[in-house]
Antibody
Framework: QITLKESGPTLVKPTQTLTLTCTFS??????????VGWIRQPPGKALEWLAL???????RYSPSLKSRLTITKDTSKNQVVLTMTNMDPVDTATYYC??????????????WGQGTLVTVSS | QSALTQPASVSGSLGQSITISCTGT?????????VSWYQQHPGKAPKLMIY???NRPSGVSNRFSGSKSGNTASLTISGLQAEDEADYYC??????????FGGGTKLTVL
């Protein structure tokens, strides 16, 4: 059974850097084809894809946020970390991490964490 | 990259069928057979319902089906049930090897 859980601060101040950790079980990020992605959803709004890291350490970022995002993995700890710099109130959202299955031909997420709400406010 | 275009809302009666459209460009929806659909109930994480345009993950009802024509993909739900009431999002792989989501569609079951 695959599980993922996001952790990190619930409140950050404008201009600060957000660091979120996704801790997962039930799969290995060293398995060929596997990936872990981050997706966010502002309250009452649509999903927005942020970043994805593959088993081979290939990384992809949303073009609109690329300059602010960094995604890394620690395979031994079963964790993926996302950092987002220069946080702004418009970045207030629920942040999800999700599993990209090895059978995927592109970018699909078949298992999701419960999400963590991050509020940006002074 | 711009978000894919979905209708804000659709509705249908119990037992009927509905279709949700998802329009992109030749750089995403039209360029690849890599469109996915997610269902999201209030306060819950999204659930993958369709991948690669028309494939259903194990455990997803065959009442859900997907298709694509040109730059527009579609999700059809047949035999509407009360539990189908949710938000639905499409997503597509892009020419830049990234992912883009649609704006979401709220499905109301009457």
């Amino acid at each position: 059974q695959i599980t993922l859980k996001e952790s990190g601060p619930t409140l950050v101040k404008p201009t600060q850097t957000l660091t979120l950790t996704c801790t997962f079980s039930g799969f290995s990020l060293s398995t060929s084809g596997v990936g872990v992605g981050w997706i966010r959803q502002p309250p009452g709004k649509a999903l927005e894809w942020l970043a994805l890291i593959y088993w081979d350490d290939d990384k992809r970022y949303s073009p609109s946020l690329k300059s602010r995002l960094t995604i890394t993995k620690d395979t031994s700890k079963n964790q993926v970390v996302l950092t987002m710099t220069n946080m702004d109130p418009v970045d207030t959202a629920t942040y999800y991490c999700a599993h990209r299955p090895p059978y995927s031909s592109s970018v699909d997420f078949d298992s999701w964490g419960q999400g963590t709400l991050v509020t940006v406010s002074s | 990259q711009s978000a894919l275009t979905q209708p804000a809302s659709v509705s249908g009666s119990l037992g009927q069928s509905i279709t949700i459209s998802c329009t992109g460009t030749s750089s995403d929806v039209g360029g690849y057979d890599y469109v996915s659909w997610y269902q999201q109930h209030p306060g819950k994480a999204p659930k993958l319902m369709i991948y690669d345009v028309s494939n259903r993950p194990s455990g997803v009802s065959n009442r859900f089906s997907g298709s694509k024509s040109g730059n527009t993909a579609s999700l059809t739900i047949s035999g509407l049930q009360a539990e189908d009431e949710a938000d639905y999002y499409c997503s597509s792989y892009t020419r830049s090897s990234t992912l883009v989501f649609g704006g979401g569609t709220k499905l109301t079951v009457l």
